[in-house]
């Protein structure tokens, strides 16, 4: 226990240490909301993806995989194709017209490519964004109190709530700058974390067969990618439903507004590649 505190400290240190150097960085509102608009490809892929796979695949995803089985590889199929979709031909579009409008959130952009002429585009777009961001920002509060819960014996609550100010203390301070480099970090150990562990898992299962002769002994159905039952309307009908989640990717506006942030449209083109890699090997 006192190991996982020791490394749980040292984490938080980093990302306090982020949100100051953030800080000192930023010189106007641009700097504050899109990292003055010159985040290199790296930065910007990486924090695409700790956002958009955030608790939703490491609890989600994970949890929806020990529920069904192997059926649940459709959900990543659609998340692929969303990522692919998104930066391969919407990323650089929404960048030039960002920078043509000089917009610096989601709803400047619509604001502006609209033509609204008052305030009702900008007030609606804003309030439907903060009803559902609360709900996005809300499910990853919970996360973080259920994971703080399993790994450290913390109460829920206590943990949720020590999540929240930490995060919150970094992007006050520190901006999108912080969130972004944040996610570098964040992205860089959830990558290494979701190829060590399945192979950890492999290991102990002493294989593939081993592991599917488990799975078959639990349930048929979770070796089946077509579900329990196997293939049928209903489970047609579920398996589009797991490839439509990925259509998310398509409109999210926390993964668009780091569209946005990157420096030019060249950095586009090599980020979409290790956007793309990123999310086939995770």
């Given at each position: 226990m006192e190991i996982k505190l020791v490394i749980l400290f040292l984490y938080f240190l980093i990302l306090f240490f982020i949100g100051w150097q953030s800080s000192k960085r930023i010189k106007d509102i641009k700097d504050y909301y899109v990292g003055g608009k010159k985040l290199g490809f790296w930065v910007v892929a990486f924090s695409t993806r700790a956002t958009g796979e955030s608790a939703w695949l490491l609890l989600g995803l994970t949890g929806l995989g020990a529920m069904v089985g192997v059926s649940a590889f459709w959900v990543v199929l659609g998340e692929v194709l969303g990522v692919f979709g998104a930066w391969f031909f919407m990323a650089k579009k929404f960048?030039?017209?960002?920078?043509?409008?000089?917009?610096i959130t989601v709803t400047d952009y619509l604001v502006r490519r609209l033509g609204s002429k008052t305030n009702h585009l900008r007030?609606?777009?804003?309030?439907?964004?903060?009803?559902?961001?609360?709900?996005?920002?809300?499910?990853?509060?919970?996360?973080?109190?259920?994971?703080?819960?399993?790994?450290?014996?913390?109460?829920?609550?206590?943990?949720a709530i020590t999540g929240y100010i930490i995060v919150l203390a970094y992007v006050v301070f520190g901006g999108f700058l912080a969130v972004a480099w944040s996610d570098l970090i964040q992205g860089s150990l959830m990558f290494m974390a979701l190829i060590i562990l399945p192979l950890i898992g492999y290991a102990t299962f002493d294989g593939n067969f081993m592991m599917m002769e488990g799975l078959e002994n639990i349930d048929k159905g979770l070796i089946s990618?077509?579900?329990?039952?196997?293939?049928?309307?209903?489970?047609?009908?579920?398996?589009?439903?797991?490839?439509?989640?990925g259509l998310a990717f398509l409109g999210s506006p926390q993964i668009f507004v780091r569209f946005m942030s990157i420096k030019n449209e060249s950095e586009i083109n090599k980020g979409r590649w290790v956007a793309v890699i990123f999310t086939l090997i995770t």
């Open positions: 960048k030039k017209l960002t920078d043509k409008y000089k917009s007030y609606l777009s804003s309030i439907f964004l903060t009803f559902f961001i609360i709900i996005y920002v809300s499910a990853q509060i919970d996360a973080t109190g259920s994971a703080f819960e399993a790994f450290l014996d913390w109460n829920y609550f206590f943990g990618i077509w579900g329990e039952g196997g293939f049928n309307m209903i489970s047609l009908s579920t398996i589009i439903g797991y490839v439509c989640i």
